[in-house]
Each structure stands twice: as C-alpha cells, then as structure tokens.
C-alpha cells in the first residue's frame, strides 16, 4: 500500500460549522474565525494568526471538510497544488499551522 492510499484522519476539532455556514466569507470556531475573502484566520482572542498562503489553504480545507476523512494527497493538492514529498510535506504543513497558532497564544491542538 501506498503512502497516498493511507487516509489522513486530520480535521479541525470543535463546534462544526452550520452547512450554511460554509457558503459564506467567515468560519467561525470556538478558538477562531477563518475570513475566506481576506484569507485570514483571527484567533478569539484578538490575534491575528499569521499564516503562510499553503498553510492558510491546508486550515480552510480541513475546516471545510470537518467530518471527513481526507486523503495526504488531497490535503497537500488543496494547500499547495501538488502531491510531490506528500507525507513529509503534510506533516510539515501541520506542525507549522500548529506553530503560527501557538504564536498567537492558542496552545490548544486542535488538529487531529
């Protein structure tokens, strides 16, 4: 079997968003608000949590398929636009969106 066929079981954990909720510019999580139109992520507690535009991407997409369980070649297509390094990349991926909101004051893992 194939790192690519192995699911990732990654998502955002918390109070999912409504359905139509994700139609719209913002995501709101208990530890967040994602701005779709700007691209920006703020966390509640005032700080905007700065993120690369790869890392961005990687949070939107698990946040927009929260109940899902999404392949690494899927994730790493979504944040980047290419599988290439899939596992290493997408392990990296998350440990810096980890960093950035540790950076902000958020210690919570809330990355699964």
Do not use: W
């Amino acid at each position: 079997m194939s790192a690519s066929e192995f699911l990732l079981h990654a998502h955002v954990r918390g109070i999912a968003p409504a359905e139509s909720d994700l139609q719209r510019t913002t995501i709101e999580y208990p530890l967040f608000t994602i701005n779709r139109r700007r691209m920006e992520v703020k966390a509640h507690n005032g700080k905007i949590v700065h993120l690369a535009r790869s890392e961005y991407r990687l949070l939107e997409h698990l946040a927009i398929n929260h109940d899902k369980a999404i392949s690494k070649d899927e994730l790493l297509t979504a944040a980047c636009g290419y599988t290439e390094m899939g596992d290493y990349k997408t392990k990296q991926l998350v440990f810096q969106v980890r960093r950035r909101f540790e950076e902000a004051g958020i210690t919570e893992d809330f990355i699964e």
